[in-house]
Structure formats: C-alpha cells, structure tokens
C-alpha cells in the first residue's frame, strides 16, 4: 500500500467519528474522516483527491497549504482500502470531499469512481461546468455543489476559483448533466455567513435561481459553517431558520446540515494535514 495510518483522531463529541493522517512512501499527507453509523447506520468515509488545494476559498483551510499534488485512482482508492482494513468494517458511503477540488483531477476521479463497486457516492464539488458533462454516465448518487452564494459577484468572493465562469454556465451544465443522468441527485450547499451572504436580497436570489433550476429538482443544504482563520463567522440560528422557512415556502426542497467532527477539525472546510503532537 502506498499509505500508512500515522495519527488517529477520535472526535469526544461525536464518539463515532474519527480523522486520519495518512502519510505516503514518497511524503505525500493527506487526511481522512470517517462516519460510523452515519446514515441509516452506514459506515461513510470522506476521502481526498489531491494534497492540498489551489482554489483558495476564504471559508476553506484546505487551500491554506503551501503543497499541492494530484492524486492518482490507485492513491485515492487505497484510502477506502486501509481504513477499511484498519477498523475491520465495510464502508457503504464513499463522500469525494475531502481535501482537493475533485473536478481538477477528473481523469483520476473517473477512474476511482469506476472502481468502487457496491458503495454509495456523493461527489461534493465547487462545479467546474467545463468537466461537469465528463462525469456522465458514471455511478454517482449525489451531485453536491458548493454554490454559497447566488449571485456571481458574491460567489466569486467567496470562490475566487469561481471568476472563471458564471453561475448561469454552471446550472445549464447540470442541467445537460441531469438530462444524461437523471438517477443522480442534485443539491445546492449553502453556507451562511454573517452580513455577506444573509441578506433578504440573497435569499430572494436564492429562491430565484432554484426555480429557474426546477429542472434539476435541486435540494439545498443549509449547512452550518465550521470557524476556521478567516474572518468569516457563521450567521445566527435565527438567520438559518428564516432561510430554511422561506426556502420551504417556495417549494423547495431544504433542510439544515452540519458537519461532525468538529472538535477533532474534522469537519468540512477544516482539513488542513495538522501534525498531530
């Protein structure tokens, strides 16, 4: 195997989740997450495609790392492969979400996707609409993009990554994708943030672009924002509440999400290859 487990991490909060440090024969570090009993009592794992990430985005400490490598299909599978053998379970929930931006490496990823038999998939993805139409016809069960904003000039701040392209190419890319792969399921993360991404206004725009989406049946994760060393911070109950109510209001599909792991940092947004002491 190209990993070994160096340091393991047990999280006191959620007793079931536990973050992984793996290091490679050639130095390459990357960390794991895994979910016991997660949903319906599965076993789910989130796993990396890349060391590190170039995207930068300011709610993110993955893009804080100075290193960046792509992983290939082997290094990425093998991820599955020794926590699996490690704790002597099967994991029925593979989430492509952890560190890297998976559509950067889609030659890589297809392969891995090809070669996870029997799992559930969940690709979680900022959504590059050049390489969204790649992933047709491939086993993926959930499609999770991370809009976090409604509008292009807001989202671009946020994802700086994002200036490349408009939200607009990016919903008539899922749109041809879902046309080709209607078994997948489509859903928008949101992360609120405090007077950057709450507004009325933005709420408004949100509810607009879901409706213009209705073809893509999309759900919309309210998500729950872990703090990292950014000067972002996470927007009140009261603020999240009123985003789902609305949302519900209209037609669509919400519900509220947070990450597990938290006091471990390993929650989304919070891998960063930390040497543990």
């Given at each position: 195997m190209y990993w070994n487990i160096r340091h393991i991490k047990k999280s006191e909060e959620d007793p079931d989740v536990k973050k992984y440090l793996l290091y490679h024969s050639d130095n390459k570090i990357v960390e794991v997450v895994l979910m016991k009993n997660f949903r319906r009592g599965k076993n789910s794992i989130c796993i990396s495609t890349h060391v590190g990430c170039p995207l930068n985005c300011l709610f993110c400490q993955t893009g804080k790392e100075e290193s960046y490598y792509k992983l290939n299909a082997k290094e990425i599978l093998e991820q599955i492969d020794i926590i699996e053998d490690y704790e002597g379970i099967n994991i029925e929930i593979v989430g492509f979400a952890?560190?890297?931006?998976?559509?950067?490496?889609?030659?890589?990823?297809?392969?891995?996707?090809?070669?996870?038999?029997?799992?559930?998939?969940?690709?979680?993805?900022?959504?590059?609409?050049?390489?969204?139409?790649?992933?047709?016809?491939?086993?993926?069960?959930?499609?999770?993009?991370?809009?976090?904003?409604?509008?292009?000039?807001?989202?671009?701040?946020?994802?700086?990554?994002?200036k490349r392209y408009k939200i607009n190419d990016l919903i008539n890319s899922l749109k041809s994708f879902k046309n080709n792969s209607p078994e997948t399921s489509i859903f928008f993360e949101y992360l609120l943030f405090k007077d950057m991404n709450d507004s009325n206004e933005d709420l408004d725009n949100l509810i607009y672009l879901c409706k213009n989406s209705k073809t893509l049946d999309p759900k919309v994760h309210l998500k729950y924002y872990n703090e990292t060393e950014s000067s972002l911070h996470r927007s009140s109950f009261e603020k999240y509440l009123h985003f789902l109510n609305h949302l519900r209001k209209n037609g669509i599909e919400c519900e509220l999400t947070a990450s597990l792991g938290k006091d471990i940092e390993a929650g989304c947004g919070q891998l960063k290859k930390q040497v543990y002491g």
């Open positions: 952890g560190m890297g931006e998976p559509l950067l490496n889609i030659k890589e990823l297809k392969k891995s996707i090809k070669n996870i038999d029997d799992k559930t998939i969940h690709l979680f993805t900022i959504g590059k609409p050049s390489k969204i139409d790649c992933l047709t016809k491939f086993s993926i069960d959930d499609l999770l993009i991370s809009l976090h904003a409604p509008s292009d000039n807001l989202r671009r701040k946020l994802i700086p990554y994002s």
